[in-house]
């Protein structure tokens, strides 16, 4: 496979190396991805993330394994067990179906290749037209509000909400953007507010509980989110916290949008009491550890409820802002998720 680099992946020499995630910002180290494995190890601890990538790596990876020699039957057990690594991501399901026609083919091998480096390319042109659409909707002088993380990190372009955030700023749109520091394993803090400062986008982190303040003293425009999952009736799987900004906007009357590419919209998935939910191991919650070391601050016996996701009602957002357009509330309600522009 060709060498090539995004902002979280790179191919070079025909490995796969994905950035740890886990370690940003105090550390830039890029992780090897050998095997199938490996890479699940890395989507389960958070290494690799964000829905477009980790489905961008599992295609990465499938390919170059069929480029390595391994069998069809082989290759088919692994998509599989990737599959499984994520539950809530649809990204993943329909990245890993595509891989699968691929592998389907006479040619498996190049079929897979040439597949993968689609999907990479699709992705970065995703991303540039969510935010062509979005950044129409951010009005001049802005203070944005956004959750977890959704730039380059996530992705392999410009990212979804960031990317509109991104554009907005280079038209002059943005005032500062609010930064939720994303409990409890602190995306935002640790991520988004290291892309946004690459970016050179005036920021401010806060604590998850300080967005309602900041609603009620006006210092709110408007609320930001990615999504990892859109039902087919416009409830959205996000972040867990992504309700709670949901529930604050709507009672302050603040739009809030949720960006996204197309292939998020799961039409199989009639509402969000139909998407999975990840559950995560107790000790997110517990204490905290990264590329500092590891704290305990709860008691070792304590009994935990993690959610890595929560979804949000329709009913509570603003619009849907996708790659092929805008899906308006309206159009919700009528039962029709589709855009109107394109």
Not at 155 to 164: D, P
Not at 293 to 306: I, L, R, S
Request: glycine share 10%.
């Amino acid at each position: 496979m060709q060498t090539f680099n995004t902002t979280s992946l790179k191919v070079v020499d025909n490995q796969l190396w994905i950035l740890d995630q886990q370690a940003l910002p105090q550390q830039k180290i890029w992780c090897p991805c050998p095997d199938v494995a490996t890479l699940v190890d890395h989507i389960r601890t958070l290494r690799v993330r964000g829905a477009p990538l980790i489905g961008l790596s599992a295609s990465l990876l499938l390919a170059l394994l069929a480029e390595q020699g391994m069998p069809p039957d082989a290759l088919a057990q692994a998509l599989e067990t990737l599959r499984a690594s994520r539950p809530t991501a649809v990204n993943l399901m329909n990245n890993l179906d595509r891989m699968k026609q691929a592998l389907a083919a006479a040619d498996f091998t190049g079929a897979m290749t040439q597949e993968a480096l689609r999907l990479i390319d699709e992705d970065k042109t995703l991303c540039d037209r969510i935010a062509g659409h979005g950044v129409g909707l951010v009005k001049p002088g802005s203070r944005l509000l956004t959750h977890c993380n959704t730039g380059g990190l996530a992705t392999a372009g410009i990212g979804t909400a960031i990317g509109v955030i991104l554009r907005a700023h280079q038209q002059g749109k943005v005032e500062s953007v609010w930064v939720d520091e994303t409990r409890p394993l602190l995306q935002g803090g640790r991520l988004t507010a290291w892309e946004l400062g690459e970016l050179g986008i005036p920021y401010r982190l806060i604590c998850d509980s300080m967005a309602a303040s900041l609603m009620a003293q006006g210092q709110v425009d408007a609320v930001w989110v990615g999504a990892d999952r859109i039902a087919a009736n416009g409830d959205v799987a996000n972040k867990i916290g992504t309700y709670s900004l949901a529930v604050l906007a709507h009672y302050h009357g603040i739009p809030f949008y949720v960006a996204a590419p197309h292939t998020t919209h799961d039409p199989h998935c009639p509402n969000g009491q139909a998407i999975p939910i990840e559950q995560r191991a107790a000790s997110e919650v517990t204490g905290v550890a990264g590329s500092f070391g590891q704290c305990q601050w709860a008691p070792t016996d304590a009994a935990v409820y993690n959610p890595a996701f929560d979804v949000t009602p329709a009913a509570l957002i603003s619009g849907w802002v996708l790659d092929n357009g805008v899906v308006t509330p309206q159009q919700v309600h009528d039962g029709i998720f589709q855009p109107t522009q394109g």
